[in-house]
């Protein structure tokens, strides 16, 4: 809809996929953050890692 709309508005498809590209790059950037914030919420401390590598199970 946006991409017909900014083709509309300035005749030419280039700023529709501009715009079409910064959303993706956007998408990925904010796919990136919300990866990080998520991981460093599960990272187990290392004495529990070991023992989840040896096969150790916790009590």
């Known amino acids: 809809?946006?991409?017909g709309a900014l083709k509309e508005y300035t005749g030419n498809l280039a700023s529709g996929l501009y715009?079409?590209?910064c959303?993706?790059?956007f998408g990925l950037v904010l796919t990136g953050?919300?990866?990080r914030l998520l991981?460093?919420?599960h990272v187990l401390p290392v004495d529990q890692f070991v023992a989840?590598?040896?096969g150790a199970t916790r009590t």
Do not use: C
């Open 52 to 54: 989840s590598a040896r």
């Open 1 to 3: 809809f946006v991409i």
């Open 33 to 35: 953050v919300v990866y």
């Open 39 to 41: 991981e460093r919420k």
């Open 23 to 25: 959303v993706m790059v």
């Open 19 to 21: 715009f079409l590209s």
